[in-house]
């Protein structure tokens, strides 16, 4: 009995000591930043696309990397065919595979190796043939008689070889003159690709510094919110003190009833203040762990208080700083696409004329060997040069197209005008409420000084019966005012801090 007993004195000591070292935790703006970082959903997401941009960055030149090909094919031919010499039947094996390159200049090169292996499967022929022969009669004169003679088949040796390989090395060139001439449709689309990618990373940090900027707001609302349920506790408790002193004063018949039932009024007032307060408190406070990837109302400390050294650590953070924002960014991006797609219209519906050459060694042998050797040799070669022209017809349709693309482009310009503005806007705005903000502190907490004062005099006065529960009680009330005044301006402050960093270039 008296282990389990120890047992559970310990386990309380334990909880006690747990519950006590939260209660005196305090959660520093950097850690509650940190875990928004690493834990907040949407920050996951944005991460993820901003180092999936990095790595694309150089997806663009994939095209001018040289690539191997090669291709196999076997095929049977029974086809019937006018000629009577050709065979009945052709079985050819085919092997080609070599490099082809894309070179930024827009030229196109490619090195080939190619080998075919032919069967013929001809028509059976005799090897001579019996030809009728008409000749003079020797015994009867002015007549002639038939006789059959035996010759060798003259189309046995015109007929091709039933079995050949034929092998081949090749070099094939195009080089564009008008469309794409040196590489240019190439470089548009190098340069939109990488113009995407710069636009959607600077969308996900835009998103990244402004989600980190509301937390901190959060953060501050919170600290301000925390604070004012201490206030509003702190004025609970001095209110049970007034109500406590007038009941002994009515009891000892020093006082009048009223002013217990005065100070019993203010007190259920004062509750009902601080059950509000504690409702704001949580709902932020769900907000709070909600940034953080986390579920519930409950916090394992306290934040920051709002003091003046919370003020002026981070207002050392946010120095002058510029009208610069992200979004005017992504605004530019945008306009530097638009005008890349006019110009990759312009580019694609050119004429196209191109200059191409081919250079082939053939070597055809009955062995695959030989055939082998003799493909890189100059005694058979082929060569091919030629001119390409092509140019698209319906200009009415190439025009519309165009023009449209122009209109996007200029709707583009008067965006990114817009939110320059706009950016500008704000951060004028920002530094004229971050001033009016900080007079009002000042002011405040000349009010909290005038209304502390005011109060304790009037408590002397109370003691000695000189004033009332009543007044006491309004000055209780102004003192309190005062102080949540003075504590929702420097969250004034800080929140208007916090939206300021979402300027600038996000780190």
Sequence with gaps: MKVGFSLFLRAGLGLF?????????????????????????????????????????????????????????????????????????????HLSFGIQKLWESGLQTQVAYSMTRVNLDQAAMPNSLNLPLTVPNPLVPGTTFTQNVTVANPLIGILPATEYTEART??????????????????????????????????????????LAQAENVYWQLALAQEAVRT????????????????????????????????????????????QAKKDRNALQRVFNSLRGRSGDTLEGELTPLGGKALSLVSNKVVAGSASRLDVEIAKQAVRISEIEIEQSREKFKAQLDVFGSAALNKLDKTPEQALKGAFDADHPTYVVGIKFSTPLDHDIINRD?????????????????????ARQDWSDLQAQLQEARVRLSLAEEIVTAQKEKLAYERERLSIGRTTTYQILMFEQDFASAQLAAIKSKADILGILARLKSFGDAS
């Design 232 to 275: 509003q506790e702190g004025s609970i408790e001095r209110f049970r003190k007034i109500k406590e002193w007038a009941r002994k004063r009515a009891t000892s018949q020093l006082g009048d009833r009223a002013d217990v039932l005065q100070a019993d009024s203010g007190l259920r007032v004062k509750l009902y203040e601080l059950e």
């Design 402 to 422: 165009r023009e449209g693309l122009i209109k996007m482009n200029q709707a583009a310009k008067l965006d990114q005008a817009l939110k320059e503005f706009n």
């Design 170 to 211: 090749q070099v094939d060139l195009v080089q564009p003159l008008w469309k794409n001439s040196e590489g240019r449709d190439h470089a548009l689309s190098r340069d939109s690709t990488l113009a995407k990618i710069a636009m959607q990373e600077a969308g996900e940090r835009y998103k990244t510094q402004s989600l």
């Design 17 to 93: 000591s747990w519950a006590a070292s939260l209660e005196g935790k305090t959660i520093a703006l950097e850690e509650f930043l940190s875990s928004v970082k690493d834990q907040n959903p949407s920050l996951k997401i944005s991460s993820t696309l901003i180092e999936a941009g990095e790595l694309r960055s150089t997806s663009p030149d994939l095209i001018f990397s040289p690539q191997f090909f090669s291709q196999a094919t076997h095929t049977i031919d029974k086809k019937e065919l006018a000629n009577p010499l050709a065979p009945e039947r052709i079985e050819a094996t």
